[in-house]
């Protein structure tokens, strides 16, 4: 009897040891199971899901183009088109200035283009037969004049030598003269003695050149000019004579009045010499171009000269035009400060214009956001005003600079409206959730499932009845608390995450 008791208290005690431990085994399978955080857990089955990663800021809207208008020059205000508030258009006129003056002066310049386009037209016409048979009388009445000329001065010469000046010496035309004044300076009365000899060889030698030609006239021309040198010297001796016992005062004063004569007339033919010549060059020079036309180099120096009169044509037109200022695009005036009558200065702002029914979105990202934007993501865009109403856009600028906002690095993004909205105004308070990446039906966990260690990441996954760490590689972050899953799992694993 002892001995079955015994068996039973030893059967009792096993079966409370072998409870025991199963109740440990149940617990510890609980506990790898379901974590020890008192239960607060989750499950979750790992899945194919799309991904969008999104930045999130404020912003105002603003119109895409704004100008300030100002005038280059000067003037003063004749008429104002426009006012505060006024729609405007492309090319509009806004105000303007006084161009009376200007206008004139486009008037003279068009003139002057005319008259040298039409002497070019006539260069490149040629000349009307009409035109070279007036060139060709005018020619031969050059000649003609010049011949007389040419005449008149040998006789004025002969005149001057053999009727004034022979009469104070003794055997002028011989190799010889002697000039009967009394001088005390020896060296002027041989001077004037050897000048007669010279002067008789040119009188006969003289009408060999009365025809006319170049060479004739140089000569002609050289033969005065000798003879005008005798008598300037033949007048210092007469003029330093006085009356004496062998001469009168009135013989001196005849003898002054006659050599004044004889130079005036030398003079008169030197000068009638040279007006002659220079009125036959230029009609046989006219005579030529019109016979043989213009040549290229006539013909390009008129086009320099009708290319310089389009371009003060071009330049008083640029003037004129700067006296309208014009609205460069469609929008609303903000700004008008011009007043007819008023006197403004060059870059003064007298008008500002937004654009019209055109505005974007303008809003500072943070330098941590900055690098996962770029130019061409999806925006969605909510206003304050519009409460449900979601607007689309897209970026189309990022501010390479940054921008300092309360001490923290921003970059200044603009995104661009996909439509047009009429009722959205500039300045309106707007919040834009901009889709930065996006990745379809790729595996992906609860963002608060991941555990950080280090610079690695890990999730707890169920393996057989227990929940291991296993690393995983990490894609981009969605805005709903999803994060995409690059390698480590596979699809319908299940992991376990700490509820949040």
Avoid: C
């Amino acid at each position: 009897m002892k001995i079955k008791i015994q068996k039973i208290k030893h059967f009792i005690k096993d079966h409370y040891i072998i409870s025991g431990i199963m109740a440990l085994i149940i617990i510890l399978i609980g506990y790898n199971i379901f974590g020890g955080n008192n239960g607060n857990f989750e499950l979750f089955t790992v899945a194919k899901t799309n991904v969008v990663q999104k930045v999130i800021v404020n912003g105002k809207s603003k119109p895409v183009s704004q100008v300030d208008l100002g005038f280059e020059i000067n003037g003063k205000v004749s008429a104002s088109f426009v006012d505060i508030g006024s729609r405007v258009g492309v090319g509009q006129s806004l105000v303007s200035l006084n161009s009376a003056e200007l206008q004139a002066n486009l008037l003279k310049w068009q003139a002057s283009l005319l008259s040298e386009e039409a002497k070019l037209d006539e260069l490149k016409n040629g000349t009307r037969p009409e035109e070279i048979t007036i060139a060709e009388i005018a020619m031969t009445n050059a000649r003609a004049v010049m011949s007389a000329e040419m005449l008149d001065s040998y006789t004025k010469s002969d005149d001057a030598i053999y009727n004034s000046v022979d009469q104070l010496f003794s055997n002028p035309r011989t190799t010889a003269p002697q000039f009967n004044l009394s001088l005390t300076d020896s060296q002027l009365k041989s001077d004037i003695n050897n000048g007669r000899v010279v002067i008789e060889n040119i009188l006969i030698n003289w009408s060999k050149y009365f025809v006319v030609s170049k060479e004739n006239i140089n000569k002609t021309e050289s033969n005065l000019l000798e003879i005008k040198s005798f008598l300037d010297k033949i007048a210092l001796a007469v003029n330093q004579q006085s009356a004496s016992g062998s001469i009168t005062q009135a013989t001196i004063d005849a003898y002054k009045a006659a050599i004044s004569g004889a130079r005036t007339n030398i003079t008169t033919s030197i000068s009638s010499i040279a007006t002659s010549e220079s009125t036959l060059v230029s009609a046989e020079a006219t005579l030529y171009l019109k016979q043989n036309g213009s040549t290229a180099e006539v013909i390009a120096a008129q086009e320099a000269k009708v290319m310089q009169a389009k371009a003060e044509v071009q330049n008083a037109q640029a003037q004129i035009s700067k006296t309208v200022l014009r609205s460069p695009l469609y929008g609303i005036v903000t700004k008008q400060d011009a007043k007819v009558g008023e006197i403004v200065t060059p870059g003064k702002v007298v008008i500002s214009i937004i654009s019209d029914n055109n505005l974007e979105i303008e809003a500072d990202v943070s330098e941590i956001n900055i690098g996962k934007v770029l130019v061409g993501n999806v925006a969605s865009i909510i206003f304050d005003a519009f409460p449900g109403e979601v607007f689309k856009g897209t970026v189309t600028y990022i501010e390479p600079a940054e921008t300092i906002v309360d001490g923290v690095v921003n970059y200044k993004v603009t995104v661009a409206f996909n439509e047009k909205y009429s009722q959205i105004k500039s300045g309106l308070t707007a919040k834009l959730e901009i889709e930065t990446a996006v990745k379809n039906d790729v595996l992906s966990v609860p963002q608060y499932s991941l555990i950080k260690k280090d610079s690695d990441t890990f999730v707890s996954k169920q393996v057989g009845n227990s929940f291991e760490e296993v690393k995983v590689a990490v894609g981009i972050i969605g805005q709903e608390g999803m994060a995409e899953i690059l390698s480590g799992l596979r699809e319908g694993d299940i992991i376990k995450a700490l509820s949040e």
